[in-house]
């Protein structure tokens, strides 16, 4: 199990519009580094060491799974992506974005790239009157004293004035979201997506146990005899599943991702089953689905079929191997008939045709970009 850390992070900037760059600051830590529980009010103040424009400056508190050494490593990326270019001067210069660690946890670190507590933060109000707004009992670990007492020793007479705009705090995934369901075709993905995902988030995860059931490769091999009681078995396995799991809170994850939803049993069904055996299906489903939790969201991964074939084949299941592009076509228009008619079903349907999140990181942030910014 990951283990989240608290770190405190001071933010400056005195170049362009500085509020933006602070907020732009805020958004991409929020992306890349962790769920940002705080953020102070925004100060203004002359520039410290050297005469240049007046700075904004703030912290922000934020929990984090990514070790030191990391941390630093994708703050000098941010810095790097909004523009802040590094002169190898001495002194002080202007900054368009400028992000110091303050404190980790209560970790003392001392190596060539990182040292923390930070070595000055004392000195300056500029850091530390932000950061006592968001953390005034926190003690620091070399000082031995809560940061409003170091504040109230501090010796910088500098002028500091907190400004009336405010900056707005990014909402994370897991406060967003108690439940996401993930969805698509076979071979869509849905299922390393719900995995990375409980990966980064620290999320319990429901993954459907479809290698357990005995009747899938029959199906495949004779789909008029086995469609029946293959429906029938996945349906009960979802629904025993899905039931006990989502009843069982986890104080140790943050939030639950499954790489299903119950009602693609129907969808299946729809395809699979006789008129006769269908109708006796449906029955059994209605009395079961009203008793399932509905997700918070549910994600639609869209994959063409041409790119379903590929991903089947490349997964190499022999029973999937002989899979037609009709069959995967009729699910598709199930799925897609399915979210027409699902009005307060909270619905983001993502097409992942041309991206492979498995293997780009870029990708893969674009998906998660949309599921945080989604809005029902």
């Known amino acids: 199990m990951k283990i989240q850390r608290i770190t405190y992070l001071s933010l400056g900037t005195n170049q362009g519009n500085k509020t933006e760059n602070l907020q732009e600051a805020i958004d991409h830590i929020s992306e890349k580094i962790g769920a940002i529980q705080k953020i102070a009010s925004i100060y203004k103040t002359a520039s410290w060491g050297f005469d240049s ?21 994708e703050l000098l990326a941010i810095e790097n992506k909004l523009g802040r270019t590094r002169e190898n001067k001495l002194g002080y210069a202007d900054r368009l974005i400028d992000i110091d660690i303050l404190l980790f946890d209560d970790e003392i670190i001392f190596t060539k790239d990182l040292i923390v507590p930070h070595p000055r933060m004392l000195e300056r109000n500029f850091a530390l009157i932000p950061l006592v707004e968001i953390a005034k009992n926190t003690t620091h670990p070399i000082a031995k004293k809560t940061l409003q007492k170091c504040l109230s020793e501090c010796e910088d007479n500098s002028e500091i004035k907190a400004i009336p705009e405010q900056l707005k705090r990014p909402i994370p995934l897991t406060e967003k979201y108690n439940y996401i369901a993930i969805e698509g075709n076979i071979g869509a993905g849905k299922t390393s997506l719900a995995k990375m995902m409980s990966d980064e988030f620290n999320c319990k995860t429901i993954l459907e146990r479809f290698a357990e059931n005995p009747f899938l490769p029959k199906f495949y091999e004779d789909k008029d005899r086995f469609a029946f009681p293959l429906e029938m078995s996945f349906l009960a396995d979802r629904y025993q599943q899905l039931s006990d799991d989502l009843a069982q809170f986890d104080l140790f994850k943050n939030c639950i991702v499954s790489d299903y939803y119950i009602f693609k049993s129907l969808i299946f069904a729809q395809i699979t089953l006789q008129n006769d055996e269908y109708a006796l299906y449906r029955k059994m489903f209605d009395l079961m689905y009203k008793e399932i939790t509905k997700p918070d969201l549910y994600v639609y991964l869209y994959q063409n079929t041409e790119r379903l074939l590929q991903n089947i084949q490349k997964r190499g299941r022999d029973y999937e191997q002989n899979i037609e592009a009709t069959y995967l076509q009729k699910i598709q228009e199930g799925y897609m008939n399915f979210i027409k008619t699902q009005p307060n079903l909270n619905v983001l349907v993502i097409d992942v045709s041309k991206l492979d999140f498995v293997n780009n990181k870029e990708d893969y942030s674009l998906i998660i970009k949309k599921i945080k910014n989604h809005s029902y």
């Not at 007046?54 to 990391?70: A, G, H, R």
């Open 53 to 73: 424009n007046d700075f904004y400056n703030t912290c922000i508190k934020v929990s984090t799974y990514l070790p030191p050494e990391i941390l630093i490593s």
